[in-house]
């Protein structure tokens, strides 16, 4: 206790970053011992940061660990790649991959490992039809669009059906008709002709198109968004700038705000930049196929994304336990 009988305020405890806690939150007066106390304020509300030396990172947790939707970026890409192939050959440096140690050995037992020598492709027949699983671990952007784009090269030849997962690592293509191996190996089918023509029409992508010339006719000032005393709705808005894009694609078809429109889909939306490397990248790897009996620990992941999206009254958690459990027979 200080003098005067006021109580003394406990020394911040440890915690290894920087910590920002909303005043009233009831994490205020959370210890943070080791580190440095601040207080400052803001127009809304009081906060309190706590500044700590750092500690040893254990399992990376962020965007990916926590089910987020960040795709990986071109250098974690590479980074991913290089550690995977230092799996391969049995060298696990670091805390990360000794903890992962146990499931890239299984992954490597019952199938193999993707790296950036090779790209490996897993079939795997079930009752849903047949799984392709592609591991090109260049992030769940790049990795939807090269799924999309796969979807529609395949189906040129003949109508096909595909469900389609994606996650960092790779993504999975679901048809319930056979696809010879010959198609997937053929080159022709990762080629980079035409490609932005086969992503605009993969995507449907006049419809994102559309979405972004709206924005960009608001703030070219086409679209009258109303007066202070009374706004113009969005069903207004829209109405509006889908004329205009009517208009212009009928009578001004090199519009340069309809050049602006279809090179945000493809630069934003559909990466087409990253796209065309990864495709230049798998020209350059080989193919490793491998015919699995049971979906691999890299596979169980996308089967489980798409699980997520499809209409069942079975919870989410009876189906992945009696996923695990045949798995693990």
Same mark, same amino acid.
């Given at each position: 206790?200080?003098?005067?009988?006021?109580?003394?305020?406990?020394?911040?405890?440890?915690?290894?970053?920087?910590?920002?806690?909303?005043?009233?939150?009831?994490?205020?007066?959370?210890?943070?011992?080791?580190?440095?106390?601040?207080?400052?304020?803001?127009?809304?509300?009081?906060?309190?940061? *706590?500044?700590?030396?750092?500690?040893?990172?254990?399992?990376?947790?962020?965007?990916?660990?926590?089910?987020?939707?960040?795709?990986?970026?071109?250098?974690?890409?590479?980074?991913?790649?290089?550690?995977?192939?230092?799996?391969?050959?049995?060298?696990?440096?670091?805390?990360?991959?000794?903890?992962?140690?146990?499931?890239?050995?299984?992954?490597?037992?019952?199938?193999?490992?993707?790296?950036?020598?090779?790209?490996?492709?897993?079939?795997?027949?079930?009752?849903?039809?047949?799984?392709?699983?592609?591991?090109?671990?260049?992030?769940?952007?790049?990795?939807?669009?090269?799924?999309?784009?796969?979807?529609?090269?395949?189906?040129?030849?003949?109508?096909?059906? !595909?469900?389609?997962?994606?996650?960092?690592?790779?993504?999975?293509?679901?048809? /319930?008709?056979?696809?010879?191996?010959?198609? *997937?190996?053929?080159?022709?089918?990762?080629?980079?002709?035409?490609?932005?023509?086969?992503?605009?029409?993969?995507?449907? /992508?006049?419809?994102?198109?559309?979405?972004? !010339?709206?924005?960009? /006719?608001?703030?070219?000032?086409?679209?009258?968004?109303? !007066?202070?005393?009374? #706004?113009?709705?969005?069903?207004?808005?829209?109405?509006?700038?889908?004329?205009?894009?009517?208009?212009?694609?009928?009578?001004?078809?090199?519009?340069?705000?309809?050049?602006?429109?279809?090179?945000?889909?493809?630069?934003?939306?559909?990466?087409?930049?990253?796209?065309?490397?990864?495709?230049?990248?798998?020209?350059?790897?080989?193919?490793? *196929? #491998?015919?699995?009996?049971?979906?691999?620990? !890299?596979?169980?992941?996308?089967?489980?994304?798409?699980?997520?999206?499809?209409?069942?009254?079975?919870?989410?958690?009876?189906?992945?336990?009696?996923?695990?459990?045949?798995?693990?027979?």
């Amino acid at each position: 206790r200080r003098a005067g009988g006021a109580t003394a305020r406990a020394r911040p405890h440890r915690w290894g970053r920087l910590h920002r806690v909303a005043a009233g939150s009831g994490l205020g007066g959370l210890p943070v011992p080791g580190g440095r106390h601040r207080r400052g304020s803001s127009p809304r509300a009081a906060w309190r940061c *706590w500044w700590a030396p750092s500690a040893p990172l254990g399992p990376p947790v962020g965007a990916a660990g926590a089910g987020g939707k960040m795709p990986l970026s071109l250098e974690m890409s590479e980074a991913l790649a290089a550690c995977l192939q230092e799996a391969s050959q049995s060298r696990y440096q670091g805390p990360a991959m000794q903890w992962a140690k146990e499931l890239l050995q299984w992954q490597n037992t019952h199938s193999a490992l993707p790296h950036a020598g090779h790209l490996l492709i897993e079939n795997y027949r079930s009752r849903e039809g047949y799984h392709w699983f592609l591991y090109p671990l260049q992030g769940r952007q790049v990795h939807l669009g090269l799924a999309a784009l796969l979807g529609w090269r395949l189906a040129k030849a003949r109508p096909r059906s !595909f469900s389609i997962a994606v996650n960092d690592y790779g993504f999975e293509m679901l048809c /319930a008709e056979p696809i010879e191996q010959a198609q *997937w190996l053929d080159p022709e089918l990762w080629a980079l002709d035409s490609l932005v023509d086969d992503c605009m029409e993969s995507f449907n /992508a006049t419809e994102l198109a559309q979405r972004r !010339f709206r924005e960009i /006719a608001r703030i070219a000032g086409l679209v009258q968004q109303g !007066f202070p005393s009374k #706004q113009a709705s969005a069903r207004q808005l829209q109405a509006s700038s889908s004329l205009f894009w009517e208009v212009f694609n009928r009578y001004d078809a090199e519009n340069l705000l309809l050049e602006q429109a279809h090179r945000e889909v493809l630069n934003q939306e559909l990466e087409h930049q990253r796209l065309a490397s990864a495709l230049c990248q798998i020209g350059q790897q080989s193919f490793c *196929w #491998q015919a699995i009996e049971k979906p691999s620990p !890299f596979a169980f992941p996308l089967m489980l994304e798409r699980l997520r999206e499809s209409l069942s009254n079975e919870k989410l958690q009876e189906r992945l336990a009696r996923m695990m459990a045949s798995l693990l027979e």
